[in-house]
Structure formats: structure tokens, C-alpha cells
């Protein structure tokens, strides 16, 4: 059945993005950063179902062939941003209902695109991907990356920041609400034309936007597994870190049976307590909890001296913690012993894995 899934993020020179990779990759072409100097070449992507960009309609009458262009457009997102720090992108990741054709599918997302794009004034360069082939993929896994501009686009280049990309001191001045109401009115309204879409299509299913609690469903939400534990199973390898979150949903599965079984009576939901980790658990658990911390703080080789002080700081504590945890196992060692090195590579996969 189809299922309700919005997520929010940007892309900006802080964490090292670049939209001219964001977009190639979403959008399976090959694209050269004018500002960098770096080709991004993604065109052997084959499960790329449609892509298409999407202007305010104010300008349906204007030449905006430039705007068009994915990469002008995005070379232009790029080089107006001066800032080390500044917003360049910002994505919507949503699922599609795989219940939907695939012309059902463009059609809802084209019109969505087209509705935030007359709201904020900026560009949507959407993407709609199939479903993946790795092992244990859900082959309804039907999604769509709606990459959005953060300035507003005319027909003579990009203009000021978008107001949903504005602070919400500026935003007051101007009679705005704060921009977490903007989130919760999209994450509303794509629920509402998904549902509009999948009546049309006389399909009963329905997906809603709001929490169990606030729909009066008394059942615990499915837990989240991060996505580079997602990728080591995908592999072959165990992940320590998604073993445990399933286990601790588990837990609170059963401590919510056992509250519906007695009521009246309070129970205290208790994480499992499993057995001792193997120095290999240890080993794999930290190297997992490494490239997480890695890509949080968006370690690329530009940082500055202090940036890359800090990301050495958070090495040599994730090293001291696996020390200290070996230690807690009655495993003692000489600390002058090191652990072998272990390469992890960097995952770029964003797509939805549901």
C-alpha cells in the first residue's frame, strides 16, 4: 500500500555540497562545476524514469531557455552564491505510490513541483527513480528528488533568496510566519495531492502526513535504520547498529503489548541487554559510527587548518572509546597496539530505501 514519506535537506559550501553534483547525479547526465572545475558524470545511470524542470508560471510567457538548461542553471546557483558557508540547493525526497502508472506518477510530481515553485519563485529540477536492484530492495520503491533553487529565478538570471531561505527575524519584518510552518504546509499539501492523485486514478489507498498518535493509531513507528548500515547489509556485512535499533523496537513493541494486555498498570519500556560484544562487533561498530561522524561534519579536503583539527579531535576520541570498550570486555592490551585500518568509502546513494 502506499506510504507517506517527505524529507527536507539542503546542499551548501559548509558540508562541502555542490549542486552541480547533486543534480548530475539525480538526474543521470554529465555536468562540469564551472566554479570548482570538476566534472561530475553520472550519465550511465539507467533507472532514471523522468526528469524535468519546472519555472514559476508568472514566466510561461518569458524566454527562459537559460533557466532550462540544467547545467547553466545550476552553474548559476553555483556562482551566485559568495559565501563559504551559503545555501546553494535545497531537495524534497518524497515517495511515489507504486500503485500509480508511471504518466500518474510525472503528472503528480510535475504538479507539485509547479505548485512550490509559483509559492517560493525558485526553479524545481525534478528527477522520479525506480526502484533499485540491490538484494533486499522493495521493488515498490518508486520516489522522486525535487532539487529546488534557493534564490529566485527571472528570466534574466537568479535574483534575491528565496523568503523560505530567509531568517526568521527577516521573515517577521515582513509579516511571515517562521519557516518550520512552511515544512509542515508542504508536508500537508503533499499528502493532500497524493491523495487527490490516487482518487482520480480510482485507487481506495490513502497516506497520511500527520503522526500514529495524531491519527489515534496505537501502534509503535517503524524504526529508521540509518542509511550507511543500510548499505553494509545491502553488501553481505552485519550491521551492529541496525541490529540493535531493531532489536530496541522490538523491545518497545513488546513493552506496549504487555501495557494493552494489563491495563492499568505502567510497565517500563527496558532496552534489551544483549550479549557481549566480540572485538569484531567492537571493530565494525565503531568504524560505522566513524563514517557517520565523517559525513555529519562533511570532511572534505578544503577544510581549514581548524576544521581539520576538529575532525581529528573526533578520530582520536572514537579511538579511545574503542580502546576503553576493548578494556570494559576484560580484553587488555598494550594501548601502543592499534587496531588494523579499515578504508570505508563514501556512500552516495540518497535515494529512499523503504
Known amino acids: 500500500m502506499a506510504v507517506y514519506f517527505l524529507h527536507m535537506k539542503t546542499f551548501g559550501r ?70 563559504k558557508n551559503a545555501r546553494v540547493a535545497r531537495e ?22 509547479q505548485e512550490l515553485s509559483d509559492r517560493y519563485g525558485f526553479a524545481v529540477d525534478f528527477a522520479i527513480h525506480a526502484p533499485r536492484d540491490f538484494p533486499g530492495s522493495d521493488p515498490r520503491n518508486f520516489h522522486a528528488h525535487l532539487l529546488a533553487t534557493t534564490r529566485e529565478v527571472t ?15 527577516n521573515r517577521r519584518a515582513r509579516g511571515l510566519d517562521p519557516a518550520i510552518n512552511e515544512l509542515l ?72 503489548l504487555g501495557r494493552v ?9 527496558k532496552s534489551p541487554v544483549g550479549k557481549p560484544q566480540s572485538l569484531e562487533d567492537i571493530r565494525k561498530e565503531s568504524v560505522e559510527n566513524w563514517v557517520r561522524l565523517r559525513r555529519s561534519q562533511g570532511y572534505n ?3 581549514s ?8 579531535d573526533i578520530q582520536r576520541e572514537s579511538a579511545q572509546n574503542w580502546v576503553r570498550q576493548r578494556d570494559s570486555q576484560g580484553q587488555k592490551q598494550d594501548h601502543a597496539e592499534r587496531a588494523p585500518a579499515v578504508k570505508t568509502g563514501r556512500v552516495r546513494d540518497d535515494d529512499l530505501s523503504l
Open 305 to 312: 587548518e581548524g576544521e581539520r583539527q576538529n575532525t581529528k
Open 92 to 113: 524534497y525526497l518524497v515517495a511515489l505510490p507504486a500503485e500509480l502508472s508511471p504518466e500518474q506518477r510525472s503528472s503528480l510530481v510535475r504538479g507539485f513541483s
Open 185 to 256: 504546509h508542504v508536508r500537508e499539501r503533499w499528502a493532500t495531492v497524493t491523495n487527490e492523485a490516487m482518487q482520480e486514478a480510482h485507487i481506495t489507498a490513502r497516506i497520511d502526513h500527520r503522526s500514529l498518535e495524531a491519527q489515534g493509531i496505537d501502534r509503535e513507528p517503524l524504526p529508521h535504520i540509518p542509511r550507511v548500515a543500510l548499505e553494509m547489509e545491502r553488501h553481505g556485512a552485519r550491521s551492529v547498529v541496525a541490529d540493535r535499533i531493531r532489536e530496541e523496537y522490538q523491545a518497545r513493541v513488546q513493552a506496549r
Open 14 to 83: 559548509a558540508n562541502g555540497s555542490s549542486a552541480a553534483s547533486a543534480v548530475a547525479y539525480r538526474a543521470g547526465e554529465r555536468i562540469r562545476d564551472e566554479r570548482t572545475g570538476k566534472t561530475y558524470d553520472h550519465s550511465a545511470r539507467q533507472d532514471v524514469m523522468h526528469k524535468e524542470i519546472v519555472l514559476p508560471s508568472k514566466y510561461s510567457g518569458d524566454d527562459m531557455g537559460w533557466a532550462r538548461d540544467r547545467s547553466r542553471l545550476w552553474n548559476a546557483a553555483e556562482t551566485a552564491e559568495t559565501r
Open 261 to 269: 494486555q494489563a491495563p492499568g498498570v505502567v510497565q517500563e519500556a
Open 155 to 169: 528570466p534574466s538570471g537568479l535574483g534575491s533568496k528565496t523568503t523560505l531561505d530567509m531568517s526568521d527575524g
Open 301 to 303: 579536503p578544503g577544510q
